[in-house]
Every structure is written in C-alpha cells, then in structure tokens.
C-alpha cells in the first residue's frame, strides 16, 4: 500500500495550524521581530490548540503524534514565522530526548507539565558546538544527586521554558563515554539566564545563554545511564532534523508564494515580470526545491514513524530543504528587486531566519559528514 494522501486527521491538524499560523503568527511576525519580542501568548495559543509538543504520547496526556504530523504542522508555522517556530521545534528537542531515553517514573513526572509549556535543550557550548562531545559542563555525583556545573551556549527556550534537558561530562572521563543527559527544572537553584540580543534572524525566538553554578537535581532526573548522554543526544538530533526541514519547507513555499504574488502585479518594460522567462525560471526551481524537499523530509519523517534507521534521511531532510529554502528566499529577494531588500515586504526576513535553519541542530556542513560517513563506513 502506497499513498500520498494525508489521513483526515492530518488534514485536520494542517487546517488548524495553517489557520492558526495564518490569522494569529502572520499578521504579528514583522513586528515581534523588529521588537525582538518572544510572543508568550502566541506559544500559549498554540498549546492550547495541540501544536506544542505534539510528540508526548496519549499514555502521558498528549496527542502522542508522529513524524509525519509533525512535519505537516511544522510546515505551516514555518510559513508564518520561522522564529515562533523555532521555539517550538526547540522544546520538541527535550520531548525527544526524554521519550527515547527516560524511564516510566521519569515519563510521568516530566511529560505533564510540558503539555503547557516548553523545555529547551542545553548541548552548545560557547566553546564546542559541532564538537559537542567536547563539551567542558561538569557533571558529579554527590549522594543522591548530580551536581552540574559550567554554560551552555545558544539555548532557544533559555528564560522561557519549564525545564532544560541538560547534557554534561564526568570530569576525566573519555570524551563521549563521560557524557550524561539530566533533566533540571528551570526553577532550580543556581540557574543564571543571560538573554542574548542582536539575532540576524529569527528574533522572536528566545535565545540564552544558561549557567549553571553548583546546580542540584536528584539522581533519578539522569536520562538513561551515565555515560548515555552524547548518544542521547544525537539520537534525539537524529529525529528533531525533521521538523528543522519542515519548518524550511514553510519559509520556502512562502518565499515562492511571495514571489508568484509579486511578479504577477510588477511591471517593467511595458508587462508583468512574471512574462520575463528569467523571472518564471526562477519561480520554476523554487517550486522544484520545494516539492523534492518535501518528499525527502516526509520520506525521512516516515521511517522514523516506521521505527527505521533515520541518520542518513533526516541529514538529507534537513541539509537540502535548509539549503533550498535559502535559494528560495534568497531567489524571492531578486525578483522583489529593490523593494524585497526592504523590511516593507516579508523576503528580506524569510532569508535572515532561514540562514539559521542551515547552522543549528548541526551544521549543513556536519550533515554532510554524517552523509558521507553513512556511505564511505
Ligand atoms: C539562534 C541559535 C539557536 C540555537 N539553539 C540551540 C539550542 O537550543 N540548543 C543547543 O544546544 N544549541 C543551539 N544552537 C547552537 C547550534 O546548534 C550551533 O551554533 C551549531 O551546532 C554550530 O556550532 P558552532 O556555532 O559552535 O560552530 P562551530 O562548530 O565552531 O563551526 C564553525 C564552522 O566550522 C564548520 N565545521 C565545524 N566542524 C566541522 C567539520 N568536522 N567538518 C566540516 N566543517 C566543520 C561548521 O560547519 C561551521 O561552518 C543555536 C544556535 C543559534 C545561533
């Protein structure tokens, strides 16, 4: 059995969130970016209309969606604002994490409340962001608890969430085999939030740097084994690259629908630009980006749906449809002429938040070592 349609209930989620994503993020996006404004509400708003966290199972009170719903609703708010959906796809890091790597006791505990709230996910260091098995937060047991101390760098949700999936080392131990994932509650004792300011995108989106000075959280918040932490971590960053090409996706068909706008009512020489064959090739390759992407990322978001090996497919997934996104919005900028160079149309801001698509969740570059990896091993 072979389908390209989406079930009713998918279709019932894309209506939601594309009207969601179109009356409530659209009309407010410039001006939450020029502000620099996390919107609180708007991510309120989306939690209460299912589009948060999707990924908690029923078993824990959540929708317990798969891959491929999330791709479809990560699609549509990326279309909106790709920095309001940011703050979403960064909390689904922690959902992740703690879904492959917690225990039942841990799943009940630390899955209610984020089916309000966010989490956020503390890999980067100022110092180590592709080599996060570098990392130098220490971790330490001291009787019943695990003791964190150092700065995560980067950290979307910093300020903002409930808690931070934090990932640190052993002191001494070999690099990744000294590794631990713990949940800490952003309340705890010894958290430092610094608000990072002057993003060249994605603005609304909240970004921090967290430290942590002598923080203490109970034994029982470790993710699976110590030692577990850095292929927790990129297990997790294996799924989460999805929503990243999802979200690209968004800014990439908007950029097209943009352009498609824009090039029907511009007039030069005597017509519309669209009569131009230089300006329909371009449109043309935006909608070829557009549509392969897709199906690589559904593709990806189906085998980890299926429970299949996804580290080669999502790398692709979330390296080309960044990539396209970019040439699309970047595309969307030349056929605005001067005019898309200004903030009075929405392109300019389409290409400052998708450059970041390329940079986080892992470099396009170190997806394309992971590629290369999975064919040369
Ligand atoms: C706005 C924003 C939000 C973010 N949110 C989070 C978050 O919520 N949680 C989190 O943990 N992190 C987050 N990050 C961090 C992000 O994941 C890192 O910035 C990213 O992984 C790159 O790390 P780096 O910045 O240290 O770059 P570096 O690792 O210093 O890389 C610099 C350059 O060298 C290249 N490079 C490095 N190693 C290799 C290699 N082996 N082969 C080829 N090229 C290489 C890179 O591709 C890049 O071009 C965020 C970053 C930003 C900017």
Known sequence: ??????????????????????????????????????????????AALGLVNVGIPEAYGGLGLGMIDEVIIGEELGYACMGFF???????????????????????????????????FCLSEADNGSDAGAMKTKAEFDGDDVVINGAKMWITNGGVCQCYVVFARFEGEHKHAGTVCVVVPADAPGILVNKLHGK?????????????ENVRVPKANVLGEPGDGFKIAMKTLDRTRITVAAGSLGVARRALDESVKYAKVRHAFGKVIADFQAIQFKIADMKIGLDTARLQTLYAAWLADEGRMIGQASAIAKCYASDIA?????????????AGYMNDFPVEKLLRDVKLNQIYEGTNEIQRVVIARSLLK
Do not use: W
Request: glycine share 6%; with cysteine.
């Open 200 to 212: 060249m995108g994605q603005r609304c989106s909240q970004t921090a740097e967290i430290v942590f």
């Open 1 to 46: 059995m072979f389908s390209f349609d989406l079930s009713p209930e998918q279709k019932e989620f894309q209506r939601t969130a594309r009207k969601f994503a179109l009356e409530r993020v659209l009309p407010r996006a410039a001006e939450l970016d020029r502000k620099e404004e996390y919107p609180a509400d708007l991510t309120a708003e989306a």
């Open 86 to 120: 940011t703050g979403i796809l960064a909390s689904d890091l922690g959902i992740v994490a703690i879904k492959l790597a917690g225990n039942e006791e841990q799943k009940q505990r630390f899955f209610p409340p984020l089916l309000t709230e966010l989490s956020a």
């Open 326 to 338: 970019f040439a699309a919005a970047n595309e969307a900028i030349q056929i605005h002429g001067g």
